[in-house]
């Protein structure tokens, strides 16, 4: 894949020499990709991401990777508090309540394997908005396909195990939120394990997020 450069001035430097080990899987929610790209460009703004991705698979390069753009604001993943400076943040275009067509799809997969190869980055690191972000955040949201993802080996699933403690097992997993955020953490979750799944916090729940747990712990 050749992006399209296009260059966005909101971005600075990694804080400490650090290396991007994290993906950020973001929807756009704007009316047109071009529309959301020249949003990322705009100094006032505040804002920017390395990819933006058009619906007919065109991609946008706005930052490069070694830099440090401005996508992730409030979160965390597992040890990680300053997403920004760990990770690459691919703006995929989509307004929230439309699937996600087999171009921009196509795109996405080949743009992954590319990240993900030049820097060593695992399927398990490869998160949503909303895993960073509960609450704050619910992009990509349940429309986006990530078996599709996991079956090109370019994100991960769950499996279940013997059901313990919810908080516990999302903690390990890589979730950062306290007891009064679980409803938001729920959410998170099943929008992208168990999409359409509804209803207060069960074993079905307990089961997978142990899995994760188990197998995925994050760093």
């Not at 990709?33 to 100094?43: K, S, V, Y």
């Not at 690459?88 to 394997?113: H, K, R, W």
């Not at 980055?121 to 986006?144: N, S, T, W, Y």
């Not at 679980?182 to 207060?200: H, I, N, T, V």
Request: proline share 9%.
């Amino acid at each position: 894949m050749d992006p399209i450069w296009h260059p966005s001035d909101n971005f600075g430097p990694r804080r400490l020499g650090a290396r991007p080990d994290l993906v950020v899987l973001h929807y756009t929610a704007m009316k047109s990709a071009e529309a959301a790209r020249d949003w990322l460009c705009n100094p006032e703004a505040g804002v920017s991401a390395h990819y933006v991705l058009g619906y007919d698979g065109t991609c946008w390069q706005l930052v490069t990777e070694e830099m440090r753009a401005w996508h992730a604001g409030l979160g965390a993943w597992g040890s990680v508090e300053e997403v920004n400076s760990r990770s690459i943040g691919i703006e995929i275009a989509n307004t929230g309540d439309e699937p996600f067509p087999e171009a921009q799809m196509a795109a996405l997969e080949v743009l992954l394997s590319g990240i993900l190869a030049r820097w060593s980055i695992p399927p398990e690191r490869v998160i949503g908005h909303a895993c960073m972000a509960p609450g704050r955040k619910i992009d990509p949201g349940p429309l986006f396909d990530w078996p599709r993802l996991v079956s090109k080996g370019l994100a991960v699933s769950a499996e279940p195990a013997s059901p313990g403690d919810f908080l516990e097992d999302a903690h390990r997993f890589g979730y950062r939120t306290g007891p009064e955020q679980q409803p938001a953490l729920l959410k998170s979750f099943r929008d992208r394990f168990r999409p359409g799944a509804e209803g207060p916090l069960c074993d079905a729940d307990r089961a997978l997020m142990a899995g994760l747990a188990a197998r995925w712990p994050a760093a």
